[in-house]
């Protein structure tokens, strides 16, 4: 078993010493990019490393719930992670609007929003001589990453304002992440995904402990969520898998860790 590194805040010891006394009233979730899986350049390629799956399944067999909550449609967390096999998981894809359990994937349509700006955007993007971004169509939602390009921070700027029309006039909204601009239908954020698993059973609205990891700005909505539910009396623990790329979540973490291989370790010392 892994060591747990020690919480920088009394909220987070608490909270670990809440999991510790009801495991199995205890909720763990974990966001997949950058989190779970470590930031490569093409995203098809972000595999979770291999001890993943069974630290997972090794805390389901002792925890209330074990999540994933991600902004990846639910069924490609579940094949990049390899994560098909590991009891009990949920995984809550597209920022909530998906739910895979049990190899059961519920997933709708995607919004014709979505599908008309998924049409623009091979033209605009060449309008704009965006060299280097790359397209990921996510069924329900379109990124466009810039970590190809030659300037990724800059083309990322420079292509803000335009896809934030686009966007607007299909009634989407967009989602900034690590060098990606996600156009997806409004109405979802992480945090709501994290409420529903809290009010679901096991928990019923009253689990012992929250623990949520994540990495990017889409994590934040999740952050909101457990600080909400620490001032209703639920303990909590945020853990950022930190990176130079973001350093908003750090800033409001319990614990910082380096990145997944650090969640990891997390994962493996939270078992009781
Ligand atoms: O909520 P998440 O599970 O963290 O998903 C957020 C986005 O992650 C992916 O993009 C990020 O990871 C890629 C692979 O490492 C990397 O190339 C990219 O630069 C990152 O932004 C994914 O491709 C997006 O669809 C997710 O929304």
Redesign the pocket.
């Known amino acids: 078993m892994s060591t747990l590194p020690v919480p920088v805040t009394e909220a987070g010891r608490t909270a670990l010493a809440a999991l510790a006394a009801a495991p199995a009233q205890a909720l763990v979730a974990c966001?997949?990019?950058?989190?779970l899986?470590?930031?490569?350049?093409?995203?098809a390629?972000?595999r979770a490393d291999a001890g993943v799956a069974g630290a997972l399944a090794d805390l389901g067999a002792v925890l209330g719930r074990v999540a994933v909550?991600?902004?990846?449609p639910a069924a490609v967390?579940v094949e990049l992670g390899g994560l098909a096999d590991v009891p009990g998981l949920v995984v809550l894809g597209h920022?909530g609007l998906e739910r895979w359990h049990g190899g059961e994937l519920s997933a709708p349509d995607p919004a014709p929003g979505v599908v008309a700006a998924r049409a623009e955007l091979p033209g605009l993007l060449g309008g704009l001589g965006a060299d280097g971004a790359r397209v990921?169509d996510?069924r329900a939602a379109v990124?466009v990453?810039t970590?190809g390009a030659a300037a990724p921070q800059e083309l990322l700027e420079r292509l803000r304002a335009p896809l934030g029309d686009l966007a607007a006039r299909h009634g989407l909204v967009v989602?900034p992440?690590?060098?990606?601009l996600?156009l997806r239908p409004p109405g979802v954020d992480?945090g709501a995904a994290l409420r529903s698993l809290v009010e679901a059973p096991p928990f019923d609205g009253r689990p012992s402990c929250v623990v949520f990891c994540?990495?990017?700005l889409?994590?934040l909505p999740a952050f909101d969520a457990v600080d909400a539910l620490r001032a209703q009396g639920v303990p909590g623990l945020l853990v950022a898998s930190g990176s130079d790329e973001v350093r908003a979540l750090a800033e409001r973490a319990d614990l910082v860790v380096d990145g997944p291989p650090g969640v990891l370790q997390v994962l493996r010392a939270l078992l009781p």
């Open positions: 966001d997949y990019d950058g989190t899986a470590p930031i490569v350049d093409d995203p390629a972000a909550v991600t902004g990846r967390a920022y990921e996510k990124a990453h970590r989602e992440g690590r060098l990606v996600e992480k994540g990495d990017d889409g994590d």
